[in-house]
């Protein structure tokens, strides 16, 4: 056991985090160095959340050095848990923060899913405003965005995070580490409402099973559905899509890695994308064929939104439904590219009409003037006017104009 | 030190640096009678008939115009954080032996900070002016001799024009004067603008002295500043660092959740009926100011409205919408970058005022409230939508007022601000220092939300349909306490060592001693 450990990030160009240091003595009880920029307003509850969580781990003598950069409270909490961790000590118990109402929502099984925000799971200061750019998804990223000497930091801050962040009906996702690693990721997220999990580099069926059995593991009889998004990034994984897309029902989408996908076949992305054109394809087609969502890629230029928006437009045209991003600014060009023309808009309304029409008049058979339509075209009708509502295109009144 | 409670709750002195003041009684509840004060009468023989007015130095010129113990001396903010004159008379008065000099700034910067030793010394007896930086914290510290005043820029005007505050010798900085003293900030090497912040003290002073690096004949035009009000002219090789006067940086945030903010303003503008044919609107040069000039420009494109004129602060962006012909007039206080300044030199239709103009609260009228709407930011808004620029959540002197104040009086008010700052609460359940009337501030606008202050009915009611984030104050109060923790109040000393003036000259709220436990800024001596 380490009689000394640190966790968290200090410095001036540091913010919303904290740096913590333990350090064990024999005697002396708890002693606490704070240097905090938010020191008069909050110093007092910092220096007691620390006391907390000590009296909580059973450290009894010890001098703390806190540098806080106005972290909030489950930042600081998981930054001692991190240190207390990194001491050695042999601990299972997790100093929880509070799991608040605005963590608690559920998600849909078929929600949009046109954009999903990658955040760095060890950087606490996206997090905060990240679901008020409102993008369908936000992403708690473990694996490459964190360093490989703070993945355990980075457990404990994304799980923290789940507690206590309001993410503002975004759907709650994790992105683990690489089976069989990522498994242990699972257990920091799953008790605490994540919606998605997001398993990269998957290449065969095998490692939703093990992610699935891990799940049910960790639930322990809890009748809770976690949805997860397979990331295919080898030449192996496109071979393998249809079998990963169906080897569960808990399967919602599958999405693809160009970096490593391309690496993998011995190429290079150029901006045509010809290179991974078969790969892309196969996604849409395997994912269709097991009637889940297929999302495209990340579109990482986060200066180029003509780029994106030319992305998107085509991703679109390939079948896919949605994008990744790693940039709030990029969202609202995902969506108003994904976004229905008053064209489809406009041929969605009439069938939808006709659909309700028939409904209340009692008819099995639903007509667009003398064209039949069958349910999946209604289905689809409909959810072009959610599409279109989400949006701003429609108003909630379209039914009665 | 006697303090009475005023009309805002606030307790306040009776008594500032030797003069009765008037407590806070309301807004609009106070006009005050009498005269306006009036500057000597001067005589053109005392003058050279051939209007050389040059002295050799700053030096000269200061003993000349009387530098003595005890008077004033003003100076103007125009060269930012580049200035050099400000520093250099304070030195050339210690050099002199000068002691207890007021001085009263437009504004004061960080470059100014090397007037501490100046206020430790006691040449300088205290600063009327706004108190940012290391002043700001020196004077938090409770170390000024006297009590700080913080005066609008409609208020600073005002109060020369009403005899409150007699300059005994102005100092001019000016990019570009001839020998009789006519002088404008648009050409030469400095420059910086326009000079409407030394127009009052140029006509009230009892000695006013011109000081430029770039001296051409006469007549020097534009003639922002008249020699007509000029006692003496100094010639010096450098009166200021331009990168530092206009940056030409002035950059639009790139901060997504700042954006998203600048986006809801120009939104809810639009929506709420505001943005339309002939409007006008105001915003600074923030970050987020300039993001919400480009914001509504982009939906005035699309929906073919064009204002009438645009209140700056000017910048590029400004200039920009002046040029495509989406606004007919800048009328512009101060300029903030390159492309404003050779805008306002070359474009007829970018007009230089003063704070008479546009702020002054003791003139027949003001511009400030002719203007359909104004962005403005701050470091606390409470539940009452009165809000703080002057003080941070910790008591500690940050800003100035500026023109903050005198914009309240716009047709509609809107503050747009993130709803904390590194963990620290922006909208509080109570101000810290009260720098605007609540009943004046109309929107709260913030990445979590918008709330509309529930006497503008008419606001609300513009809106209410819309798919705006609306929520009530208290809503967003809960939710950022929810995510910040409750603060605990900052502990103050008892001793005052501010006044926080209203735009008519009443006392609004005193500024209380920070304590050493919580000095900030390590400033020189403070140990």
Redo the contacts between chains.
Sequence with gaps: MNTIAEAGRKGSDV??DCYICIELRKSGGIKIELVS?????????IKNIIKKGCEYFGIENAIIKVED?????FVIMARLETAVKRLGKTTRKEFLPEM?E?AKYPTKRDRFRRSRLYLPGNEPKYM??AG??KPDGIILDLEDSVNPTEKDAARILVRNALRQV?FYGCERMVRINQIPAGLEDLDYVIPHNVHVILIPKCEKAEDVLLVNERIIKILKGKKKTVYLMPIIESALGVINAYEIASSAENVVALTIGLEDYTADIGTQRTIEGKESFFARSMIVNAAKAAGIQAIDTVFSDVTDMEGLRNSVIEAKSLGFEGKGCI???QISVIHEAFAPDDAEIQKAIKIVKAYKEAETKGLSVVAVGNKMIDPPVVKRAMKTIEHALSI?RLQENWMEN | MKLVKNAAGRYVPVEINGLKSEPFRGVGAYKPKGKKAAPKISSCMDYPEDGNKIVPDLKTALIKAGIRDGITISTHHHFRNGDFIANRIFDIAAELGIKNLRWFPSAAFECHAPNIRHLDSGVIHHIEGSLNGSLGEYCSQGRMRGLGVLRSHGGRYQAIQDGEVHIDIAVIAAPTADPFGNANGVNGPSACGGLGFALADSQYADKVIVVTDNLVPFPCVPWQIQGNYVDYVVVMDKIGDPSKIVSGTTEITRSPDRLYIAELVAKFIKTAGIMRNGFSFQAGAGGTALAFAVELAKLMRKENIKARFVRGGSTKFLVEMLKEGLTDYILDGQTFDLEGVKSMRDNPNHVHTSPFTSYNYHGKGNFASMVDVVVLGATEVDLSFNANVVTHSDGRLLHGIGGWQNCLFSKCVILALPSFRDRIPVIVDEVTTLVGPGELIDVVITERGIAINPIREDLIDAVKNSDLPLKSIEELHREVIRICGKPQKPLLGDKIVAAVKWVDGTVLDSVKQVLKAQWGIKLPGAE
């Design positions: 913010r919303s920029r938010v020191d008069v307003l909050y110093g007092k509850s950069s106005g972290a909030l409270q608040l605005c905060l405003n008020i750019h309001d940039h709030p600014r701003g």
